[in-house]
């Protein structure tokens, strides 16, 4: 189910910073290697935040099930997804753990023989998504309470990113375009620098530890710098 969810553009109540990284949420850092499976790191790695902050239980969901078995949802394995067909299919299926169903970077044959739900979240327990309105109030708000699944257009310098607050004058020229699936861990200001904490999945030996900074309240208006605040979707789970 769709929602459009609206926060208040004072973010003047809100702390001066958030950091997950150091709260027991967040797994170490995984790598899609040479597969285009973004938007399925993206989508569990917000999902296994929010789950560890519901029930103080950190567990580790199968990206490889999202690409061998979400195709009829929309989405394409290693060439591309959303998260959001990641939840309608987590939804409808539940996704087991990463133990069960090991990723190994390529399309394959969707092997329900492996899927044991119960060790995972059984269908049900992700019962939809909802969208957050496009501004730094309502991302910083979100943020508050669990890690977000955010999408970014990753230029051709970001891959070379290792340490400091990114911005790139190259995605001021691409308009809304999106192209790279992240998790938004937190926020704050490094020598006057407002930024976003993000976590990539391109393993721990990029950038941050695996993690990124990005400014925050970037020159592209609206859509964030990089277009960060384009898409953002949020999981709707019912975890006992």
């Excluded at 730094?136 to 400091?164: C, Q």
Aim: glycine share 10%; net charge negative.
């Amino acid at each position: 189910p769709f929602g459009l969810v609206a926060a208040e553009d004072d973010a003047t109540d809100l702390p001066a910073s958030v950091d997950w990284r150091d709260k027991n949420v967040l797994n170490p850092i995984k790598n899609q290697g040479n597969c285009g499976s973004c938007w399925a790191f993206s989508a569990t790695g917000a999902l296994e935040a929010q789950y560890a902050i519901a029930t103080g239980k950190l567990l580790s969901f199968s990206e490889q099930q999202l690409v061998d078995c979400s195709t009829d949802y929309g989405n394409n394995g290693c060439d591309g997804g959303l998260m959001e067909y990641a939840y309608d299919y987590i939804r409808d299926n539940g996704i087991d753990l990463d133990s069960t169903y090991p990723y190994n970077a390529k399309k394959n044959k969707c092997q329900d023989t492996l899927v044991k739900k119960a060790d995972g979240l059984s269908v049900g327990e992700v019962n939809g998504f909802y969208k957050l309105d496009s501004t730094d109030a309502a991302l910083m708000t979100a943020l508050v309470a669990a890690p977000v699944s955010i999408a970014m257009y990753a230029d051709s310098n970001f891959r070379f990113y290792s340490s400091g607050v990114y911005s790139s004058y190259m995605c001021q020229i691409v308009g809304d375009s999106i192209n790279h699936g992240i998790v938004a861990v937190g926020y704050g200001t490094e020598e006057g620098k407002d930024y976003y904490l993000m976590r990539n999945s391109w393993g721990p030996s990029w950038g941050l530890d695996g993690y990124f900074k990005i400014k925050r309240g970037g020159a592209d208006g609206e859509h964030g710098e990089c277009n960060v605040l384009e898409y953002m979707r949020v999981a709707t789970l019912e975890a006992n």
